[in-house]
């Protein structure tokens, strides 16, 4: 799957695999027990900051955060084709939901509105299929692709195009011809972090590949600053220090698609909790 890879930068990456998510229950509060701090009606569903949030006003602040980040640095404009990377995971489930939900928002305005003369901008979904180069079964690996399925279609209006690609046919149609030169060429490699550097770039070529092959003009990833914090660790240790101010930009321009990370101002466990109270995932 997407996510088999620790060195995934997508946002559907390893740091999903968290071993539980971050959900505390609220203390009692002497004259308000249990309210949330932002409402003050609901009862307090999650502890965080310092503070007791109901699951809709925790999950306002992260979609506030979001749109902050989208609206602050340019990433979606009303005539723009996203195409957002997905493997089912929390950082990229929340990244797809926030996108539709702006997309839905905007599409009731001009609903309302009537003035067709602003576009509503268009949005897509990225799956990339690395069952070949992990340990992952094939019966896995359908049930994830039946979930993406139904997630997919369960976000609309407006309707959204599902693509599913086996990252062994980047170079090659033939799929067992891709598979072995796909295994051969990771053989290669002789130490593991080679191997995780290698795989997140064939990741992105193929994203790169999905979205320019179908006409999208930019790329969301679901990279928070929980990722982001990894990384700078990880690109430092291995003498990489020199591509990271443009790797932890909010906007990467550096590829034929520009890549947007809107939640980069979201901590991982955040977003897992938000998937605790709001979806399965």
Not at 54 to 77: E, Q
Not at 152 to 172: D, G
Not at 249 to 261: C, K, M, N, T, W
Request: with cysteine; net charge negative; aromatic share 6%.
């Amino acid at each position: 799957m997407a996510c088999a890879s620790s060195g995934c930068q997508t946002g559907c990456c390893k740091d999903e695999e968290v071993k539980e998510p971050i959900v505390t229950l609220p203390t009692n509060n002497q004259n308000h027990p249990n309210i949330c701090i932002k409402c003050k009606s609901n009862n307090g569903a999650v502890a965080c900051d310092g503070g007791q949030f109901c699951s809709d006003c925790f999950r306002n602040s992260l979609y506030g955060k979001f749109k902050l980040a989208v609206s602050s640095h340019g990433m979606i404009s009303p005539s723009d084709n996203i195409l957002v990377a997905f493997s089912g995971g929390p950082s990229s489930r929340v990244a797809l939901q926030f996108v539709h939900d702006m997309q839905q928002k905007a599409q009731k305005n001009l609903d309302a509105s009537g003035d067709r003369s602003l576009p509503v901008f268009t949005v897509g979904v990225a799956f990339v299929d690395e069952a070949a180069i992990s340990s992952v079964s094939c019966q896995e690996v359908e049930q994830v692709i039946q979930d993406l399925q139904v997630i997919v279609s369960s976000l609309a209006p407006p309707k959204k195009e599902l693509h599913i690609a086996k990252i062994e046919n980047l170079f090659f149609t033939n799929s067992d011809e891709g598979r072995d030169r796909l295994r051969e060429l990771l053989n290669s490699v002789g130490d593991l972090t080679g191997k995780e550097d290698l795989v997140l770039h064939l990741r992105m070529l193929f994203l790169q590949k999905i979205a320019s092959e179908n006409g999208y003009s930019k790329l969301v990833l679901g990279s928070c600053t929980s990722r982001v914090a990894c990384h700078v660790i990880s690109a430092t240790v291995k003498g990489q220090g020199y591509s990271l101010p443009a790797d932890i930009q909010y906007v990467d321009a550096r590829s034929d698609i520009p890549v947007v990370f809107p939640l980069r101002d979201c901590l991982r466990q955040e977003l897992v909790t938000l998937c605790c109270i709001k979806w399965t995932v």
